[in-house]
């Protein structure tokens, strides 16, 4: 690491120099004929090994020093909403991070959260859809606290293309679903129902990574959690959980529509030594349904913690 070998190098480096130093020193300076006085030399060496350590404790402090002013903590929460038709009157409650009884990254979702929206790179395609407009609470339900995502119409358009190929390069082209022969792999469908919603918030402190549960913002519901492998990532801190977890959602549409609810919060800590290095925590909840829908559904839940490097 390059802070270690700084560390290690400039203090090994001025020990080494100043003994030569006072070895020359004595040497040249001493009458002709004397003896080379060893009980001097020692006494010099014995300075230099004190003014090393010294110099050795200073830059430590001073590493330190510039790994904690180094290190930022920041919470994460992302919802997507995925519709491949249009729905109408639609309502969701996702799961929403809370802590204690309060939840700062909903109320900051609601103040300031803005949606990214998919579009398909297709040629004949308006790549600027009519926005959609969404509202957000959190609310209180039977399930515990949600975040409600609401709008009268989420209107979504199918595009149907085929690959172009022209000279080294290529692109998609729009055709009308008349033309569309889903056995032909140079024709596709994409569509831009497909919505991210993000907010962060920075911390004010190292945020606990290694056991959140009860401290940090994690979804309410849990239903059934287990404990899982990690993929083989299992260590001291890095444990694994799988639960049932709930997403309510109410909206008419076609019977083929299928749409995908996911919520997702993390927490992490970021330093730099030698490189950027950290840990964290995150928790997911997903679900798929098809055809309108009023009611609970349960998604399936997964929480990582303890994931990363941390120091002693």
Aim: hydrophobic share 35%.
């Amino acid at each position: 690491m390059i802070w270690l070998s700084i560390l290690v190098g400039l203090p090994a480096g001025f020990v080494a120099g100043t003994a030569v130093a006072v070895l020359l020193h004595h040497m040249l300076t001493r009458p002709p004929g004397d003896r080379v006085g060893w009980r001097t030399v020692g006494i010099g060496a014995v300075v230099v090994v004190l003014v090393f350590g010294l110099v050795l404790a200073g830059l430590s402090v001073l590493g330190e020093q510039r790994i904690g002013e180094s290190t930022t903590s920041t919470y994460e929460y992302r919802v997507g909403i995925s519709a491949d038709g249009t729905l109408e009157d639609a309502t969701f409650y996702v799961p929403v991070p809370v802590e204690g009884n309060s939840s700062r990254l909903g109320e900051e979702f609601v103040r300031t959260v803005e949606y990214s929206r998919y579009t398909p790179p297709v040629r004949g395609y308006d790549g600027d859809p009519a926005p959609v407009n969404f509202t957000y609470a959190v609310v209180s339900t039977a399930e515990g606290p949600m975040l409600s995502i609401t709008a009268d119409r989420i209107a979504v358009e199918t595009v149907y293309y085929r690959n172009v190929e022209q000279g080294d390069t290529g692109y998609y082209e729009r055709i009308s679903p008349e033309e569309y022969d889903p056995g032909n792999p140079e024709m596709g469908v994409q569509n831009d129902g497909s919505f991210e919603f993000t907010v962060t918030l920075g911390a004010n402190e190292t945020i606990d990574t290694a056991t959140p549960i009860g401290d940090e913002p994690l979804f309410p519901t849990r239903y059934n959690r287990t404990e899982v492998d990690c993929f083989g990532r299992s260590t001291e801190t890095n444990h694994c959980y799988e639960y049932d977890g709930r997403v309510y959602a109410d909206y008419d549409t076609d019977d083929d529509t299928v749409v995908s609810v996911s919520a997702e919060v993390s927490g992490r800590n970021e330093w730099f030594a030698g490189g950027w290095r950290g840990n964290e925590y995150r928790e997911w909840s997903r679900v798929q349904f098809a055809g309108p829908q009023s009611g609970w559904q349960v998604t399936d839940g997964e929480l990582e913690v303890g994931r990363g490097v941390y120091r002693d």
